[in-house]
């Protein structure tokens, strides 16, 4: 019996320590797809993240009327990547090349590691800012218009990811490298941005066909939006192909 106690008295400490410990957010968020590269995630608690929302001059999706936001990340400053002021709200924001490394919004922390528009180091495109983040226990990155294949630095900051925004239209990177930023940043879940559509004629981009062409793993949804959770994520990486609103 006193051996029973002394037992007890020990695992009193680790039992209180694991009481302590936050549960894992179980509860869905929404992604949605307005069209381009625009992206926009509404967490389990109302937080509402928009990711290079487009500008009027070179797309013509149709831009959602009065919609809110509370951070807004650019990726790079073309007018198909950069238009914050049609948001609405008290949003904080976050552009580009200033928002390289850790930023923190909301309560939310953010990461912008350092890439291109296009092969040349910025050259001929200029910067683009990849941002990765967790929300509701899910790891997102949005790739915004990368123009080249990740160093082993880039991936090592960007680190593994459940939730992919891929441009898979940029006709700068191959899509054999665009596969491989899925395999190399282990995804779960792939979104497909920035492909050609009869609303973006303007832009050189290629079609989602020549990404899908040889893909097994894709679910086409008929809505610009769906939920997932953190214990609701695919076991094998899958295609998720969202119908904008033009």
Not at 35 to 55: L, N
Not at 106 to 124: A, H, P, S
Not at 190 to 214: C, H, M, Q, W
Request: proline letters at 7%.
């Amino acid at each position: 019996m006193a051996l029973f106690f002394r037992l007890l008295l020990l695992l009193l400490p680790l039992m209180a320590v694991l009481q302590a410990q936050p549960k894992p957010n179980t509860q869905p968020l929404t992604i949605r797809w307005y069209g381009q590269g625009f992206v926009y995630i509404i967490t389990s608690e109302g937080d509402r993240i928009a990711m290079d929302p487009y500008g009027e001059t070179v797309v013509d999706y149709k831009f959602p009327l009065r919609l809110q936001a509370d951070v807004i990340l650019i990726s790079n400053e073309a007018d198909e990547s950069s238009a914050a002021y049609r948001l609405q709200g008290s949003p904080q924001t976050y552009r580009s090349a200033s928002a390289l490394g850790l930023n923190k919004a909301r309560g939310f922390l953010f990461k912008g590691v350092e890439t291109y528009c296009d092969n040349k180091e910025g050259d001929q495109l200029g910067e683009n800012t990849v941002f990765c983040f967790e929300l509701d226990g899910i790891r997102f990155a949005h790739l915004g218009a990368i123009g080249h294949p990740l160093s082993p630095e880039q991936r090592r900051q960007i680190g593994g990811v459940d939730v992919l925004f891929l441009p898979v239209g940029n006709p700068s990177v191959s899509i054999a490298d665009m596969k491989k930023f899925v395999v190399d940043l282990d995804a779960k879940i792939v979104l497909p941005i920035s492909y050609a559509t009869l609303y973006n004629t303007r832009l050189p981009l290629r079609k989602l066909d020549e990404f899908l062409n040889g893909a097994t793993d894709v679910q086409r949804l008929e809505s610009n939006e769906f939920t997932v959770s953190s214990n609701t994520l695919p076991a094998t990486p899958k295609i998720y192909v969202l119908k904008a609103t033009p």
